[in-house]
């Protein structure tokens, strides 16, 4: 049985980011999206994060973002099915919920 996706909400990756934690944070949209909105992060679009899995950090918590949370959550659940992993986290919400809780600068689409 596959293990559920774990989440993180805007607020607490907000409070990682000030007490400056030790995480991996992963944008996996497209360049074009990161360049119109973007929250930091290193950029591993979806359709290439199989064959970049060797960029993933296993022995800290890596935050796997998108738009929404719908993608990164499928890449999530993909990396733990298919490498095993048991750090990741899905932002809740994705980019929309960091603009909409945390910084209204960044912009929605």
Known sequence: MPQPVKTIS??????M???KADFQLI????????EFA???G????????LGRVNEIEKDKP?????????RSGR????????????NLYNLAG???????????SVRKY
Not at 10 to 15: A, F, Q
């Open 17 to 19: 980011m000030d007490e």
């Open 75 to 86: 890449v999530i659940a993909a990396l733990q099915e298919k490498f095993g992993f048991t």
């Open 38 to 40: 973007d929250i930091g």
């Open 94 to 104: 994705g980019i929309l919920a960091w603009s909409d809780k945390i910084d209204p």
């Open 27 to 34: 944008d996996v949209r497209e360049r074009s999206e990161k």
């Open 10 to 15: 805007v607020e607490e990756l907000k409070k």
């Open 42 to 49: 290193t950029l591993i679009p979806m359709g290439s994060v």
């Open 62 to 70: 890596v935050i796997i973002y998108c738009r929404s949370g719908n």
